[in-house]
């Protein structure tokens, strides 16, 4: 597992942060390219609403830390379609550099979101994922997300993103 320090995104970030989030999702074919979600991909969090938390590996003996993940925990009633009251926020964007995936970092994002959400007093933490995102949904589920189908949505015809829920708490 790669060591990484999960902290808040500096403004200074959000450009590289936008940028990592597209290159995992082209990476991974999750986004296409000329795709209409890329602005708001690239975007997300930009506009001071919601948190940012950043994945950072700290670089060696002469090198800069580098950010290598990001995920976004959105408030309601800013929060996307998935949340549906003021004790919900839901997870957005959750995403690691291509040349830094499998080492344990987009679980070490989540857990640092999931600490996040219960600080802010979450009672329930909702996300929403395509249907080809398997090793997410696998990701989700080890991490106590169960499926949310009665919320599953569709941005566009012929898309449909599905919907998980973690209670933190009654």
Known sequence: MTFV????????ELPTVGEIRLAAYLADGFLAPGSGYAPTLRTLGADG???????????????????????????????????????????????????????GIGAALLQGVIERAGQAGVGHLVLCTQTTMLAAHRLYERAGFIRLPDRDWAPEPGTTLLAYGLRLSD
């Open 49 to 103: 609403i919601g948190e940012v938390l950043v994945a950072v590996e700290p670089g060696g003996p002469g090198e800069a830390d580098r950010i290598v993940g990001t995920v976004m925990l959105q408030p309601w009633p800013h929060s996307g379609h998935v949340a549906h009251g003021p004790d919900e926020a839901e997870v957005r964007a959750l995403a690691v550099a291509p040349d830094a995936q499998r080492g």
């Open 5 to 12: 320090l999960i902290r808040d995104a500096i403004d200074a």
